[in-house]
């Protein structure tokens, strides 16, 4: 028997509501009806974000420091949109030098925040408009910030759309929209969907992890002579 041969199975937005919508023993009759679904589904990426790192949301940015200058925004050189960083390092000369995290309060307890250096620290300020002071201050403009930040999730906009999420999430995503539809239209089925949301969460959160190498450390017993 022949197989189809083919990879690419993807939902756009508009599958994805409709699907939804079925889930919930309805159907997708009105522009509202997909006007409300998308903007469930913003919220739930929303969600998302507060449940931890994404892995397909992990960027890596670099740019060129300038002496004298401790704190980087969007305007220059840091990246738009942030939601945290991860890992920091400062190249020089062909040599990563890590950057260690410090908190407000480890940062406002620095006597001398004007010193000059390869920063060895930074506080990474989440505001509206994040930005990433550096200590000590850069003392050239040749090193180099290199950094794994994480984005946010791409919004629903259009029905037309595909959405910002990997196929291994699919179930998880169109679960999850049923429930939080649910909600709204399909009161006695929420709890059933929220079930089945958060094992598919689950699941996909399980699969969505860094694999590192399996070690093994045998168990060696000395024996007493």
Request: hydrophobic share 35%; net charge negative; proline share 4%.
């Amino acid at each position: 028997m022949a197989t189809s041969g083919s990879r690419d199975f993807e939902l756009d937005v508009a599958d994805i509501i409709e699907e939804a919508y079925e889930r919930c023993g309805l159907e997708l009759r009105t522009g509202y009806d997909a006007k409300t679904a998308r903007r469930s589904l913003n919220i739930m990426f929303s969600e998302w974000a507060n449940r931890g790192v994404n892995l397909w949301t992990v960027k890596q940015a670099t740019f060129t420091l300038t002496s004298g200058t401790a704190t980087y925004t969007s305007s220059n050189g840091l990246a738009s949109p942030i939601n945290d960083i991860l890992e920091m390092v400062v190249s020089r000369s062909g040599t990563d030098f890590q950057i260690n995290r410090m908190s407000r309060g480890e940062y406002l307890n620095i006597p001398n925040k004007t010193t000059t250096g390869r920063p060895s620290q930074f506080y990474f300020n989440r505001q509206l408009s994040p930005e990433i002071i550096l200590w000590p201050t850069p003392e050239n403009s040749t090193d180099q910030l290199v950094y794994y930040y994480v984005t946010r999730i791409e919004d629903a906009d259009a029905l037309t759309n595909d959405t910002d999420v990997p196929f291994r999430f699919i179930p998880c995503m169109v679960s999850g929209l049923a429930y939080y539809l649910s909600i709204k239209r399909a009161p006695e089925r929420v709890q059933l969907l929220k079930n089945v949301y958060e094992e598919e969460f689950q699941r996909a959160a399980d699969e969505d992890e860094d694999r590192v190498s399996l070690k093994l450390q045998p168990d060696i017993q000395y024996i007493r002579m």
